[in-house]
T-cell receptor
Framework: DTAVSQTPKYLVTQMGNDKSIKCEQN?????MYWYKQDSKKFLKIMFSYNNKELIINETVPNRFSPKSPDKAHLNLHINSLELGDSAVYFC??????????FGQGTRLTVV | AQSVTQPDIHITVSEGASLELRCNYS??????LFWYVQSPGQGLQLLLK??????LVQGIKGFEAEFKRSQSSFNLRKPSVHWSDAAEYFCAVGSYGGSQGNLIFGKGTKLSVKP
């Protein structure tokens, strides 16, 4: 039974398209996150979402918007995709900010 | 600003040899420290964590790490490496309180294991 699951695992799309990545956690955690891993494997926080409070990383373009329908789900919507958005996106969750549990990642390729 | 440095980009060890991966952090208060492992095409798995107390922490898969405040280090060790340990290893420091809990990661160390 997967703790943090993301769909899809792979996403190939053209520049200019809009796409969404879904994330669900069944751990009962109160905080969820999106991280981006670039081609050099560097991981950086994009967003954290806790009890309807969204913390936005300043360096994330506003084309990226997280949406949380409930505490167990945090989706990532990306508008007007650019080549530079190609990366692996990881969803994670934690309880009260302690150790994070990660999903398997979504490899996004923009062509 | 908080930061994590992993000085070694790539390390190769022979199977059965001991391993130490280095991690240095910069953090204004008592840090919460983690080591994660990422196998190819996989997500990140938590190996171990340090919050407080005993500075030598044990993790899964036979790994351990030692927190040294005076050196701002949290090095990962394993006495005998197995071929299945080949992966990317990430050290991270956490900020907590309220809606935070973001992890700041080092750039990772790739471990290769020679037969």
């Amino acid at each position: 039974d997967t703790a943090v699951s993301q769909t899809p695992k792979y996403l190939v799309t053209q520049m200019g398209n809009d796409k969404s990545i879904k994330c669900e956690q069944n751990l009962g955690h109160d905080t969820m996150y999106w991280y981006k891993q670039d081609s050099k494997k560097f991981l950086k926080i994009m967003f954290s979402y806790n009890n309807k409070e969204l913390i936005i990383n300043e360096t994330v373009p506003n084309r990226f918007s997280p949406k949380s329908p409930d505490k167990a789900h945090l989706n990532l919507h990306i508008n007007s995709l650019e080549l530079g958005d190609s990366a692996v996106y990881f969803c994670a969750s934690s309880q009260q900010g302690f150790e994070a549990f990660f999903g398997q990642g979504t490899r996004l390729t923009v062509v | 600003a908080q930061s994590v440095t992993q000085p070694d980009i790539h390390i190769t060890v022979s199977e059965g040899a001991s391993l130490e991966l280095r991690c240095n952090y910069s953090y204004g208060a008592t840090p919460y420290l983690f080591w994660y492992v990422q196998s190819p095409g996989q997500g990140l798995q938590l190996l171990l964590k340090y919050f407080s107390g005993d500075t030598l922490v044990q993790g899964i898969k036979g790994f351990e790490a030692e927190f040294k405040r005076s050196q701002s280090s949290f090095n990962l060790r394993k006495p005998s490496v197995h071929w299945s340990d080949a992966a990317e290893y990430f050290c991270a420091v956490g900020s907590y309180g309220g809606s935070q809990g973001n992890l700041i990661f080092g750039k990772g160390t790739k471990l290769s294991v020679k037969p």
